[in-house]
């Protein structure tokens, strides 16, 4: 009766460790690895339009304000001056207040010469101001200014160097500015070869890329002599534009149609249509950086 008895208590301390044994905590199971969404490289290539640049601020304000970051920017002719300028890390508020404040006669160094009437050293002088003397590739953020090899038409991007000699050269619309000479060669406006650099902002390593065009044609012959010569760069390199907006992620078109080349008394105006069909742009925008992201995520997967 005893033995039987220690058997069941044996039978009994058996189960309960069997049972502890099976209940003992094991280790915990490490979570799938969550990788990180990618970041992308978005890019900002504003292009060329003489003062209908002042639109480019407009759209600067706008992407700041709906938190878009802008890491690469690159820019042909007016465009080279404004990017040139937020590269430098000037706000799109900041931006505002040097345009209204900017008298054109500073940029306006007229000389007697068959290659042009205007030199441009006043404009790379003023860049220069601006963005603190420092040399393209100590800007803030990555920049390119767009010129054309004048002797072999080939496009030319500036990513390092003096900056308002790079911007000169980009702004410098043939048989108006002078041509510039850089490192040889000479050079002249990057609205020739490439009216809005999306394809430099490629090689420049973006991801994304969000273009600014503003070479709408001018209604009724507005703008004057300098507008007409700005249109004729227009006019000859559609095949150009179509090409560099093809690569463009995001296209934003500010209606400067009624706003010439020499408009500098209508900033004010053509700063807020810019702000305007950024607005309209910010939810695409979102949307296509979304998609892009998850392209790319995919991809690594």
Do not use: W
């Not at 060329?48 to 640049?53: I, L």
């Amino acid at each position: 009766m005893l033995s039987r008895l220690n058997l069941k208590r044996s039978l009994a301390l058996a189960g309960l460790v069997f049972v502890a044994a099976c209940t003992t905590p094991t280790a915990p199971v490490k979570p799938a690895e969550v990788k990180p969404p990618p970041k992308l490289k978005v890019a900002l290539a504003l292009g060329g339009g003489a003062a209908k640049g002042f639109a480019h601020i407009g759209v600067i304000k706008v992407l700041e304000q709906a938190g878009i970051p802008v890491d690469i920017v690159t820019g042909t002719s007016a465009g080279s001056v404004v990017g040139s300028l937020y590269a430098s890390g000037l706000s799109g508020i900041e931006l505002q207040k040097k345009a209204i404040e900017l008298d054109e006669k500073q940029l306006a160094d007229v000389t007697l010469s068959t290659s042009g009437f205007i030199k441009g050293e006043a404009l790379a002088g003023f860049v220069n101001q601006m963005v603190g003397n420092r040399p393209i590739e100590k800007l803030a953020r990555p920049f390119g200014a767009v010129a054309t090899d004048l002797d072999s038409g080939e496009k030319k991007v500036f990513r390092s160097g003096n900056t308002g000699q790079a911007v000169r050269a980009s702004a410098s619309i043939p048989n108006v500015f002078q041509p510039v000479a850089i490192g040889g060669r000479r050079y002249v406006d990057g609205g020739l070869v490439s009216p809005v650099p999306v394809s430099a902002a490629r090689e420049m390593g973006a991801d994304f890329v969000i273009a600014v065009d503003i070479s709408a044609r001018p209604q009724g012959g507005a703008g004057g002599f300098l507008a007409m010569f700005d249109q004729s760069i227009n006019i000859m390199n559609k095949v150009a534009l179509a090409q560099e907006l093809k690569q463009a992620d995001v296209i934003i078109r500010p209606q400067v149609q009624k706003l010439g080349g020499t408009a500098f008394a209508a900033r004010n105006q053509t700063i807020l249509e810019g702000e305007r069909v950024a607005l309209l742009a910010v939810p695409v925008i979102k949307k296509a950086l979304a998609q892009k992201a998850g392209l790319i995520d995919a991809k690594r997967s």
